[in-house]
């Protein structure tokens, strides 16, 4: 599975659109691009995955540039509860295991 | 929204003692996993089960830990003989399908070792 790196942390204001970029370099051609959020003492939530372009949804969009070697989650306009890890996560078809990394801290400040 | 739950919500046991971790999955769901997450470290797969049998394991799913699906609803995870190295945080994870399918994950059981 491909190796991700993203920032260690990020801090952002409420109402502010944070983009989080995470480099995929040795992605393989099946393999999927998928984010997931975690609250401290929570379980990690999905929050979007897609393959190439453009994905949206009610929480977040992402973008994947044609190469595919990186992506970007953005968070349109943050607000406090939007604290937490954020991991990217490379995803293949010969597997179902989800490998995680140390995930990016976003801090958002009033 | 359906939800992985996840019982106890924290278990204290002494080293060399058997504990058992329970999740019940979200009903229609096909594919469990065991996720243990050591605090202040990453998230790490243990074991993936489908069809009644293990898919795929980790490393650190030696011949202490195993699974079952005793009653076709809760999946548990047993750690025949604890360590303090197991104390962690353990999370189940159900999907409905494979690979790219999400994963829901449960609020997760603390296991202290003592």
């Known amino acids: 599975l491909a190796k991700t790196t993203q920032p260690i942390s990020m801090d952002s204001y409420e109402g502010q659109e944070v983009n989080i970029t995470c480099s995929h370099n040795n992605i393989a051609t099946n393999d999927y691009i998928t984010w997931y959020q975690q609250f401290p003492s929570q379980g990690p939530r999905f929050i979007i995955q897609?393959?190439?372009t453009k994905v949206t949804n009610e929480v977040a969009s992402l973008f994947i540039p044609a190469d595919r070697k990186s992506s970007t989650l953005s968070l349109p306009r943050v607000s406090l509860s939007d604290t937490a890890v954020y991991y990217c996560?490379?995803?293949?078809?010969?597997?179902?295991?989800?490998?995680f990394g140390t995930g990016t801290r976003l801090q958002v400040f009033p | 929204e359906p939800e992985v739950t996840q019982t106890p919500s924290h278990q204290v046991t002494q080293m060399g003692q058997e504990v058992i971790l329970r999740c019940v999955p979200i009903s229609n769901h096909l594919y469990f996993y065991w996720y243990r997450q050591i605090l202040g470290q990453k998230v790490e797969f243990l074991v993936s089960?489908?069809?009644?049998?293990?898919?795929?394991k980790s490393e650190i799913f030696d011949d202490q830990f195993s699974v079952e699906r005793p009653d076709g609803s809760n999946f548990t995870l047993k750690i025949r003989s604890t360590k303090l190295e197991d104390s962690a945080m353990y999370f189940c994870?159900?999907?409905?399908?494979?690979?790219?399918?999400?994963?829901?994950f449960g609020p997760g059981t603390r296991l202290t070792v003592t």
């Open positions: 996560l490379v995803g293949s078809y010969n597997t179902d295991k989800l490998i």
């Open positions: 994870a159900t999907s409905y399908g494979a690979q790219s399918y999400e994963q829901y």
């Open positions: 089960f489908y069809n009644n049998e293990i898919s795929e």
């Open positions: 897609g393959y190439k």
